[in-house]
């Protein structure tokens, strides 16, 4: 791939279509690159609101319930709130690289999201005695800011 880029013509490359293009920056692949982010972060969202929605009720429900403390109730919550971040990220990333700028309670509803994430973590060792209710409280008020970051959105 470095030879055929070093063997490019030194005005740039030539797209199908005859129209010359810069190495640096090609329009078609930022476009495709900025559709595709636009798209997984719209996506993601609903898998991070669903997610923290099951993990949320099923902490809820194992405050009451003791057969449903099993260790896969942590694994669903690490992941869905690690998707939290992948969802800031992506929404970052998608700032970054687009010309549109979101709606400014949108990207406040995600860093609200980010940080309750770690708010949550922080207080796990104080509230261990309430941990199913920490967990579940958390995870259904990460579903809710989501829902609301999306209705802000406007799109």
Not at 23 to 52: C, E, K, M
């Amino acid at each position: 791939m470095t030879q055929a880029l070093a063997a490019a013509p030194p005005g740039g490359l030539r797209s199908l279509t005859g129209r010359r293009r810069s190495l640096g920056g090609l329009p078609a692949t930022t476009a495709l690159l900025g559709s595709l982010l636009y798209d997984t972060h719209r996506q993601w969202a609903w898998f991070v609101i669903v997610g923290n929605a099951v993990a949320g009720l099923w902490a809820l429900g194992a405050h009451r319930w003791e057969q449903l403390r099993v260790r896969y109730l942590w694994w669903l919550t690490a992941v869905v709130e690690l998707a939290v971040a992948v969802q800031v990220v992506l929404g970052v990333v998608l700032l970054n690289t687009e010309k549109r700028r979101p709606e400014q309670f949108h990207m406040f509803y995600g860093f609200v999201a980010f940080a309750t994430v770690g708010i949550i973590y922080a207080y796990r060792a104080q509230l261990r005695d309430q941990l199913y209710l920490l967990y579940g409280g958390g995870g259904l008020f990460l579903m809710g800011l989501g829902i609301r970051a999306i209705q802000v959105s406007g799109r």
